[in-house]
């Protein structure tokens, strides 16, 4: 079985993302570590706001960390992290969108 390439995964992932089947800077830092594996987006204003956004969140659990902590910490944090997503939402979309088109910019 041969690997997908990094541009359709991050395709799978802004989709997800845009259609909010994951928490929002769960989607976003998945997207940055497949961003990584393509070398035409290493200069990407897209991906430089995403990181930004994403920093914003660095104090709380996203994605894999979450396991990391106990329920009740998770309770204590997930208000907060709530907010951070709803209030950035709207950004990461329009960056999401951007993105794919940058990405049907690149050949192959």
């Given amino acids: 079985m041969t690997d997908v390439p990094p541009t359709i995964r991050m395709r799978l992932c802004i989709e997800d993302v845009l259609r909010s089947r994951l928490p929002l800077f769960d989607g976003v830092e998945a997207l940055l570590g497949i961003a990584g594996e393509v070398p035409q987006l290493a ?40 907010e951070l997503e709803r209030r950035h939402q709207d950004a990461v979309f329009y960056g999401c969108r951007r993105l794919l088109q940058t990405l049907d910019a690149i050949p192959g």
């Fill in 43 to 82: 200069h990407d204003r897209d991906l430089r706001t995403l990181t930004q956004l994403l920093t914003q969140a660095e104090h709380l659990p996203v994605g894999k960390e979450r396991a990391r902590w106990n329920a009740e910490a998770l309770h204590r944090v997930d208000r907060e992290l709530m």
